[in-house]
């Protein structure tokens, strides 16, 4: 995933306009949105860390048995693999409590009743909400079974009675699952993107709205 940089655009500069538009809820629903777009920003920065320790896994896994000839830190779950997993599971459930904050301002926007703004973008915005946080929620559960698949893996091939079945059917195994990660994360890429553009479209109408109420 591409990496990208977001902005609250003009959260700061527009504070005084708000004041005729006040008893329309607009402060409210802009200071939502601005949380929106945060938290936005907030699960590319996490999805592209996860994306970045997974590539890390490799490197990490072939150095430990390099260096591990008994594989012994694979038994105990000393090995650098399992740290990667821990971290990559501590980001999940960043990604899974981020996903519940969009929620908590998507009903924000949902009450929204007045006439300034248009309902039909901030439906649009919330409805686009709705179908990233489903995926989101997918990928999150799927993506921490996968985990748990990893760290059975790893253990396992430490084991006294493990065979070269052991070793060759788990990586088998695990390449697939990452290969349907992947193709959840090029999903969850167009769908952020998606959202990214109606918080542009619904940030815009309300600098629109203001500037008509000045």
Same mark, same amino acid.
């Given at each position: 995933?591409?990496?990208?940089?977001?902005?609250?655009?003009?959260?700061?500069?527009?504070?005084?306009?708000?004041?005729?538009?006040?008893?329309?809820?607009?402060?409210?629903?802009?200071?939502?949105?601005?949380?929106?777009? #945060?938290?936005?920003?907030?699960?590319?920065?996490e999805m592209n860390g996860l994306s970045e320790e997974e590539m890390n896994l490799q490197t990490t896994f072939d150095e430990a048995l390099a260096s591990d000839d008994q594989m012994s830190t694979f038994a105990d779950g000393s090995a650098p693999v399992f740290e990667n997993i821990t971290s990559r599971r501590d980001r999940i459930e960043t990604i899974s409590s981020l996903r519940e904050d969009f929620e908590s301002q998507e009903e924000i926007i949902a009450d929204y009743?007045?006439?300034?703004?248009s309902g039909e973008e901030l439906s649009g915005l919330n409805a686009k909400i709705d179908e990233f946080s489903g995926q989101l929620e997918s990928f999150t559960s799927n993506y921490e079974t996968s985990l748990t698949a990893q760290e059975d893996y790893f253990t396992s091939i430490g084991s006294e009675d493990a065979t070269y079945d052991t070793f060759s059917n788990g990586i088998t195994e695990l390449n697939e699952q990452t290969a349907a990660n992947k193709e959840e994360l090029v999903q969850l890429d167009g769908s952020l993107v998606e959202?990214?553009?109606?918080?542009?479209?619904? #940030?815009?109408?309300? #600098?629109?709205?203001?500037?008509?109420?000045?």
């Open positions: 995933m591409t990496k990208k940089t977001y902005a609250l655009a003009g959260l700061g500069l527009t504070t005084l306009l708000l004041a005729s538009c006040s008893g329309d809820n607009v402060e409210e629903i802009q200071s939502a949105v601005g949380e929106i777009d #945060q938290i936005h920003g907030n699960i590319v920065d009743d007045g006439e300034s703004l959202v990214k553009d109606h918080i542009t479209q619904v #940030q815009e109408m309300i #600098q629109s709205t203001m500037a008509e109420n000045e």
